[in-house]
Nanobody
Framework: VQLVESGGGLAQPGGSLRLSCAASGFTFSRYAMSWYRQAPGKERELVAT????????YYADSVKGRFTISRDNTKKSVYLQMNSLKPEDTAVYYC????????WGQGTQVTVSS
C-alpha cells in the first residue's frame, strides 16, 4: 500500500487549501478513507472520514462547516478542501485507509499564519 499526500503549504488565516492523497496497492473503492493531522507537541487526531460507498462522512467538531472530504474512486484519490483556515489548523496532515490501519504516509505540512 502507498499513500502520497500533497497540496500543503502556507496559507493566511481565512484562506483555503486543498489537500490530495493518491492511493495505490489496494482496491481503493472498497475502503473508507480518512484525514488525520498532528500539530507540534500534540497527538495525532482524526479530522474527517469518508465511507467507501454512499455519502457517509464524519468531521471533527473543530473543522465541521469549514473542511470537506471527498473522494474519486476512478482516480484512487481522496481530497480535503479546507476553507476559513485558522492558525490552529497548522499541522502535518495525513491520509489513511482502513485497508492498512498501521500504515502512515509522509504527510503534508499545512501552516496557517499571517
Amino acid at each position: 500500500v502507498q499513500l502520497v499526500e500533497s497540496g500543503g503549504g502556507l496559507a493566511q488565516p481565512g484562506g483555503s487549501l486543498r489537500l490530495s492523497c493518491a492511493a495505490s496497492g489496494f482496491t481503493f473503492s472498497r475502503y473508507a478513507m480518512s484525514w488525520y493531522r498532528q500539530a507540534p507537541g500534540k497527538e495525532r487526531e482524526l479530522v474527517a472520514t469518508r465511507a467507501s460507498t454512499g455519502g457517509y462522512t464524519y468531521y471533527a467538531d473543530s473543522v465541521k462547516g469549514r473542511f470537506t472530504i471527498s473522494r474519486d474512486n476512478t482516480k484512487k484519490s481522496v481530497y480535503l478542501q479546507m476553507n476559513s483556515l485558522k492558525p490552529e489548523d497548522t499541522a502535518v496532515y495525513y491520509c489513511k485507509t482502513t485497508y492498512a490501519p498501521d500504515y502512515w504516509g509522509q504527510g503534508t505540512q499545512v501552516t496557517v499564519s499571517s
